[in-house]
C-alpha cells in the first residue's frame, strides 16, 4: 500500500528517520548482533580473551539436561498459564455477554488487574501463599494440606502459574466479550428458536465462530507466558525448588547475570530469538487471514 | 414508533438473569482478592500479620504505614521509587511517541531511496523484546556510563516499532486529499505535519500513550539489572529488594503498602481512561 501524494526531497525525511534508526541502531541492532557473535565464543576464566568454538555453545545447551529441562518447564508453564488465564476470562466473557445492562460495569471492575506489573502480581500471591503468614496456606493448613512451595516443586509451579494468569484475564476478557459481541443475535436466535439449549448453541454456534479471536488470543498469551512472566517467577521462586519453575528467559538472566557463562547465555538468547520470530510469523499470517476474512 | 426490544428469546429472565450476576460477582470477588488481602495487610500492624490467619478487615494503621513506606521505606523512602517511575514511564511513552510520529510521517510521506530498507529496519524491531538480548544490552548501556540513570533506564525500551506500525497504519487511512491540499497551498511538509496531521492523530496519541505508559510502568527485569543505587529503583523493581535475605519476617505492612503504592497509577489510568486504554489495547494488536 502506497500513498499517491507525497512531498519531494530527500533530507527531511532523513532527518526524521534519524532519531529512531540511531536509537534502534545502538540498542536494537548491536546487541542483537552481539548475542549473535558472542554464541560463538567461550570467554576465558578471566575475560580477557575470547575462544571460538563455532556451534558448541548450542550443541553444548542441546545436550545439557538442565536447559532441556527447561524447555519442558517452559512450555508446561506456557501451557498452563493459557489454558488457566484464557479459560477463566472466556467464563466471564460469555456470562457478560449474556447480560442486556450493566456489563460495562463488570467490564471497569474486571480490567483492573491489567494495570498491575507481573512483578506486583508476584508479591501479592507470594503473599497470599506464604508459608508462614500467608492466608491461604494458613487455612489449608486448617483442612489438613501442609502447603510449602518452597519445596514441592508441583505447588511451586501452580503458584506462579496462577499468579501469571490472574493478571491476564482482563487482556483476554475484553477480546472475548469484543469477539462475543461481534456475533450476530440472530444466528443464536435461530438456533433457540430451533430449540438448541445454551451448551449445545455455544458448543455448535459460538464458539466456532469465536475461533479468530481464541486463535489470536492462543498466540499472543504464548508469547506472554514466555517473555513477560519473568518478574512473577523472580519475585515468588527465583526458579526454584530444584529449577522446577526456571523458564527459557529465567534462564538466560541466572546464567548471563548471576553465573556469568556470556557464551551459553548468548547462545540461549539466540534459541529465544528464533521461537520469537517462528510466533511472530505465526501471528502475522494470521492477521492476514482475518484481514482478507 | 414503538421501540422493539432488541434482546430477543435468548435472554434468560428471572432466575437466569440472577445466575449470570451471581457468576459474575464471584468472578470479579476472586480477581479482587488478592488486592483486598495487599490492602487490608497495608493498615494492620506487623504482629497482626506475623500471628496468622491475619484480619480479613482494614486496620487504623493506614497513616502509619503508608507515611512510614513513603518517606523512609526499607532501601530507599518509596516516594522517591514513585518519581523514579513516573519519570522512567513517561520518557518510554513521550519518547516513544515522538520519534514513532517523525519515522512514520517520513515512510508514509516522503519517496526516498533506501526507504523499504529503512521500513523493514524498523519493523524487525517487532519481534525482539528486551528479555531477549539483555546481556548485549546491558554492556552497551554500561560502556556508555548510563547505569544508574534515567537514560539508561528509558533509551533500551523505546527502541520498539509498535508505535511506528501504529502511525503508519493510521497515516495511510489520512485522505490523500488533505495532502494534495496543503501541497497545492504551497505549505511546507512539516507544517502539514503540525497544523493537519498531528491535531487528526490526537485520540490515537491519546490511546497510545495509556499503553505505552503501563508498560514503562510496569517494567522489571531491566531496571533490576541497571539501577543497582536504591536511590535510581522504580517502584515495581523495588518492592522485591524490601525482603529480608535472611530468615526474618519481611516487614509486610510497608511491603503492602509499596505494592498499592505501584499500583495505583496504572490503575488509575486504565480505569479512569477505559475508552482510550481499549482502543489503544486494540490498535496496538492489529
Not at chain 1, 525448588?241 to 547462545?267: C, E, H, M, R
Not at chain 2, 438473569?17 to 457468576?23: E, M
Amino acid at each position: 500500500m502506497e500513498k499517491r501524494v507525497t512531498f519531494k526531497g530527500w533530507l527531511l525525511p532523513m532527518c526524521l528517520l534519524m532519531p529512531q534508526i540511531i536509537i534502534t541502531a545502538v540498542f536494537f541492532f548491536y546487541p542483537a548482533g552481539q548475542a549473535i557473535y558472542q554464541s560463538l565464543f567461550i570467554p576465558d576464566p578471566f575475560g580477557l580473551s575470547m575462544r571460538w568454538v563455532g556451534l558448541g555453545n548450542f550443541e553444548y545447551l542441546l545436550g545439557d539436561p538442565y536447559y532441556r529441562a527447561s524447555f519442558v518447564t517452559t512450555a508446561v508453564f506456557s501451557l498452563l498459564v493459557t489454558v488457566t488465564s484464557m479459560g477463566f476470562a472466556l467464563y466471564l466473557a460469555v456470562l457478560a455477554d449474556r447480560l442486556i445492562k450493566g456489563s460495562g460495569v463488570y467490564r471497569t471492575l474486571l480490567i483492573w488487574p491489567y494495570a498491575v506489573a507481573p512483578a506486583v502480581a508476584g508479591v501479592l500471591w507470594l503473599f497470599m501463599f506464604n508459608t508462614r503468614v500467608g492466608v491461604v496456606s494458613w487455612y489449608l493448613g486448617l483442612l489438613g494440606y501442609d502447603w510449602n512451595h518452597v519445596l514441592n516443586e508441583a505447588e511451586a509451579m501452580g503458584l506462579v502459574v496462577v499468579a501469571s494468569s490472574w493478571g491476564r484475564v482482563s487482556y483476554n476478557f475484553l477480546f472475548f466479550l469484543a469477539g462475543l459481541q461481534a456475533i450476530p443475535k440472530s444466528v443464536i436466535e435461530a438456533a433457540a428458536i430451533d430449540g438448541a439449549r445454551f451448551w449445545t448453541r455455544f458448543r455448535t454456534i459460538v464458539f466456532p465462530l469465536l475461533s479468530p479471536t481464541t486463535f489470536f488470543l492462543l498466540v499472543v498469551n504464548i508469547v506472554y507466558a514466555f517473555f513477560e512472566t519473568f518478574g512473577v517467577i523472580h519475585t515468588i521462586t527465583s526458579g526454584g525448588p530444584q529449577q522446577a519453575t526456571t523458564i527459557l528467559v529465567y534462564k538466560v538472566f541466572s546464567d548471563g547475570f548471576v553465573s556469568q557463562d556470556l557464551g551459553s547465555s548468548a547462545a540461549q538468547s539466540v534459541i529465544l530469538l528464533v521461537i520469537v520470530g517462528a510466533l511472530t510469523i505465526v501471528q502475522f499470517k494470521f492477521i492476514e487471514r482475518r484481514v482478507h476474512y | 414508533m414503538a421501540r422493539i426490544p432488541d434482546e430477543g428469546m435468548v435472554e434468560k429472565r428471572g432466575i437466569g438473569h440472577y445466575f449470570t450476576h451471581v457468576g459474575l460477582i464471584i468472578g470479579v470477588l476472586v480477581i479482587f482478592f488478592p488486592i483486598w488481602l495487599a490492602f487490608v495487610a497495608s493498615t494492620v500492624t506487623q504482629s497482626d500479620i506475623i500471628s496468622p490467619p491475619m484480619p480479613l478487615w482494614p486496620g487504623d494503621q493506614f497513616l502509619t504505614n503508608y507515611s512510614k513506606a513513603l518517606t523512609s521505606g526499607i532501601n530507599a523512602p518509596v516516594a522517591l521509587m514513585l518519581m523514579n517511575s513516573l519519570i522512567m514511564a513517561m520518557g518510554i511513552a513521550l519518547g516513544k511517541i515522538l520519534i514513532s510520529l517523525l519515522s512514520a510521517f517520513a515512510i508514509v510521506y516522503f519517496k526516498f531511496p533506501g526507504r523499504r530498507l529503512f521500513f523493514w529496519l524498523i519493523f524487525l524491531t517487532l519481534m525482539l523484546p528486551v528479555e531477549v538480548r539483555i546481556v548485549p544490552t546491558y554492556e552497551v548501556v554500561a560502556g556508555f556510563g548510563m547505569l544508574n540513570s534515567y537514560s539508561g533506564l528509558i533509551f533500551p525500551l523505546i527502541a520498539s516499532a509498535t508505535a511506528t506500525f501504529l502511525f503508519r497504519q493510521f497515516f495511510m487511512t489520512v485522505p490523500d486529499e488533505l495532502a494534495e491540499a496543503a501541497r497545492v497551498d504551497g505549505a511546507r511538509p512539516m507544517r502539514f505535519f503540525w497544523d493537519i496531521l498531528l491535531p487528526m492523530s490526537r485520540t490515537n496519541i491519546a490511546a497510545l500513550f495509556v499503553i505505552l505508559f503501563i508498560y514503562g510502568w510496569n517494567q522489571y527485569l531491566w531496571p533490576l539489572l541497571i539501577t543497582t543505587d536504591p536511590s535510581m529503583n522504580t517502584i515495581v523493581m523495588g518492592i522485591k529488594q524490601m525482603f529480608p535475605s535472611g530468615d526474618d519476617y519481611a516487614d509486610w505492612p510497608v511491603i503492602m503498602a509499596t505494592s498499592i503504592l505501584a499500583m495505583l497509577p496504572p490503575v488509575i489510568v486504565v480505569v479512569s481512561m477505559q475508552r482510550l486504554f481499549i482502543r489503544g489495547l486494540v490498535d496496538s494488536e492489529k
